[in-house]
């Protein structure tokens, strides 16, 4: 009889009921004990990058790794949920176990979505921009960024189809810039006020009107996002 399947209850990402029964009987070393905060697990990984994605007026860089290991561990999760489903020596408490981590798995998935929906809603907002900005394009993947050139002739062809074919020729532009009107190819707004907690103490920045800041671990901030882009870009900081 082929052994049989058990749930990925042991992975370090998603600690399920076998692995918190373990950490709980497990003693601390007294000598050893660390007080400081646990490592991210790749979910909570993926919740942080989700909300500052969220909160971010600008694209930041696709966090493929994090996303890749997680689809990877709901194949793995899925596929064991199923062969266990089907087994008919399956017991009761297993069949609890296998409602947890399909609950688990729906939360992964949710999470999943919405960050690739964020950033797929900013992609085709600023599609011009990005096809235009060399920086930009290096923070997307290969599929975002064909999906952004695609999307960004797509919208052009569209507005010259339907209305700049029917201008004067000198207004049949997308590239023009005209004093005080905005431009044609939105852009981020880096002014944009966001809420920023520390996740470590970070060094000074400089404020828009000149003067100084040094956020200390813990502290939460209102500020405009071009003063925290460097620290959220390194990891310093968050956004809430």
């Not at 999943?112 to 920086?135: C, D, G, N, Q």
Request: hydrophobic fraction near 40%.
């Amino acid at each position: 009889m082929p052994p049989r399947r058990t749930l990925l209850d042991d992975d370090e990402d998603f600690p399920m009921a076998g692995a918190l029964t373990r950490a709980a009987a497990a003693a601390p070393d007294p000598i050893t004990l660390d007080f400081g905060a646990p490592p991210e697990t790749l979910f909570q990984q993926l919740v942080r990058h989700w909300l500052n994605e969220r909160h971010a007026p600008d694209i930041l860089p696709v966090q493929a790794e994090v996303l890749g290991a997680l689809l990877d561990h709901i194949r793995r999760q899925t596929d064991t949920v199923q062969a266990l489903r089907g087994d008919p020596d399956s017991s009761e408490a297993e069949h609890v176990r296998i409602m947890l981590v399909q609950t688990e798995v729906e939360r992964v998935k949710f999470v999943v979505r919405s960050y690739i929906r964020t950033r797929l809603y900013k992609i085709e907002k600023f599609a011009r921009y990005v096809v235009a900005t060399p920086e930009v394009q290096e923070k997307l993947s290969q599929t975002e960024l064909d999906h952004a050139k695609r999307f960004s002739q797509l919208t052009e062809n569209h507005f010259r189809v339907s209305v700049l074919q029917a201008l004067p020729p000198h207004q049949q532009g997308l590239d023009d810039n005209t004093p005080f009107t905005p431009p044609m190819a939105s852009e981020p707004d880096k002014s944009h006020a966001v809420i920023v907690h520390a996740r470590e103490e970070c060094p000074p920045v400089r404020l828009p009107d000149g003067t100084t800041m040094q956020m200390q671990k813990g502290q939460i901030v209102l500020t405009p996002y071009a003063v925290v882009e460097q620290l959220l870009a390194v990891g310093n900081v968050e956004l809430i």
